[in-house]
């Protein structure tokens, strides 16, 4: 087992990642520097160096570590669930949505495509990833295409998200939730 970085180093990154998630709203990744990072951070240029290369390496940091958050996420209302059901579900075992509520400044540049391009596909593939692995023996035997439903599945959440950030993040995690757990348990009550 790898151990945490101490607390002092987490604090230092997190500030470092903050700032760069700041600066992005004032100007694109390419014209953010080095310089403006520790600025903004208040953390010395030599400690920025300590821990990253340039600026792509911090970039790659955060990128990472809010996708294995998200993953985190994503899977944590069917850990919890000995047999795995969507109909069993409870809004408040939809985690989803608090990660993106928690990570909103990330969440509205990955929209707006200031992180890098075709950052937007990358999410949908990480979540499809997620769903695939954890959800491919289920479908394989209900008939369903793995592959289909998990880029269904990818799109569909990361259409909720982009709806949400577009409208400023106005309607809470909860109710996100609710909404999501709704549309699921409408899509499979249709009948044909």
């Known amino acids: 087992m790898t151990a945490k970085p101490d607390r002092r180093i987490r604090k230092t990154k997190s500030a470092f990642a903050k700032a760069l998630l700041t600066l992005l709203t004032e100007k694109t990744f390419k014209k953010i520097t080095v310089t403006d990072i520790v600025t903004r951070a208040d953390v010395n240029r030599g400690t920025f160096y300590k821990h990253y290369q340039e600026k792509e390496d911090l970039l790659d940091e955060v990128i990472s570590d809010i996708?294995?958050?998200?993953?985190?996420?994503?899977?944590?209302?069917?850990?919890?669930?000995?047999?795995?059901?969507?109909?069993?579900?409870?809004?408040?075992?939809?985690?989803?949505?608090?990660?993106?509520?928690?990570?909103?400044?990330?969440?509205?540049?990955?929209?707006?495509?200031?992180?890098?391009?075709?950052?937007?596909?990358?999410?949908?593939?990480?979540?499809?990833?997620?769903?695939?692995?954890?959800?491919?023996?289920?479908?394989?035997?209900?008939?369903?295409?793995?592959?289909?439903h998990a880029s269904y599945q990818a799109h569909a959440i990361f259409g909720l998200i982009v709806y949400w950030a577009q409208s400023n993040f106005e309607f809470t995690p909860t109710y996100m939730s609710e909404q999501l757990l709704q549309i699921v348990h409408s899509n499979t009550s249709f009948t044909t």
């Open 67 to 148: 996708l294995a958050d998200l993953e985190v996420a994503y899977r944590d209302p069917y850990e919890k669930m000995p047999h795995f059901s969507v109909e069993r579900m409870t809004p408040s075992m939809v985690k989803i949505f608090d990660h993106v509520y928690t990570h909103q400044l990330f969440y509205k540049h990955a929209i707006d495509d200031k992180l890098r391009p075709g950052f937007q596909n990358q999410l949908c593939d990480a979540i499809k990833r997620i769903a695939l692995r954890d959800f491919a023996t289920v479908l394989n035997h209900s008939g369903v295409n793995p592959e289909l």
